[in-house]
């Protein structure tokens, strides 16, 4: 997309990682803000099923995992640049250890954002857990992607297309 470097930590101490980017048309101070607001995260994420706020950095996260089981883990914000990148990490006693970042940049030629994240984790179950995420379509790769495709249809058109068919009056 860009010849810019890319983030230098991105790589993770898991065994399942990506780092994924996409360019939207929405400026940078309204993306982390969005993004920011931690309710917001299940309004675009097919695997965030609920977020509860517990102070300024701690949330308790609730998120499918491989075959619909529900997961729940405890993130601690580690690093909250503003408008700028937020950095994650798991607290202990979370079902699953993991860690992320998300970075906003301005576009070079002021087409929009520039947005990359970074999801590293161990999935629950260890080198089965992981193949079975891949089967599932749960791993880092698809799920990175398919979260920032959603949340640049949300920001740039106000919805997340589907291809369900609609409901009968």
């Known amino acids: 997309m860009t010849d810019r470097p890319i983030p230098t930590d991105a790589e993770g101490r898991h065994s399942a990682d990506s780092l994924r980017a996409t360019l939207i048309r929405r400026p940078r101070s309204a993306l982390y803000g969005y993004w920011r607001d931690l309710l917001n995260l299940p309004v675009f994420s097919e695997t965030v099923k609920s977020v509860e706020v517990l102070d300024a950095t701690h949330s308790r ?6 075959g619909g089981k529900e997961v729940a883990l ?3 914000i580690t690093e909250d ?6 950095a994650w990490t798991s607290t202990e006693g979370s ?3 993991h860690e992320g970042w998300i970075e906003f940049r301005d576009h070079p ?3 929009g954002t520039e947005v990359w994240l970074f999801i590293s984790y161990d999935p629950p179950g260890g080198v089965v857990g992981k193949a079975i995420a891949k089967v599932m379509q749960r791993e880092p790769r698809l799920q990175a992607r398919r979260e920032l495709r959603r949340f ?3 920001m740039e ?13």
């Open 61 to 66: 996260w609730v998120v499918e995992g491989p």
């Open 109 to 111: 030629f002021g087409r």
């Open 157 to 169: 058109t106000g919805e997340i297309s589907t291809s369900r068919a609609p409901d009968a009056a």
């Open 95 to 97: 079902d699953v250890d």
């Open 81 to 86: 640049l503003t408008d700028r990148r937020i």
């Open 152 to 154: 640049k249809q949300l």
């Open 74 to 76: 405890t993130s601690m």
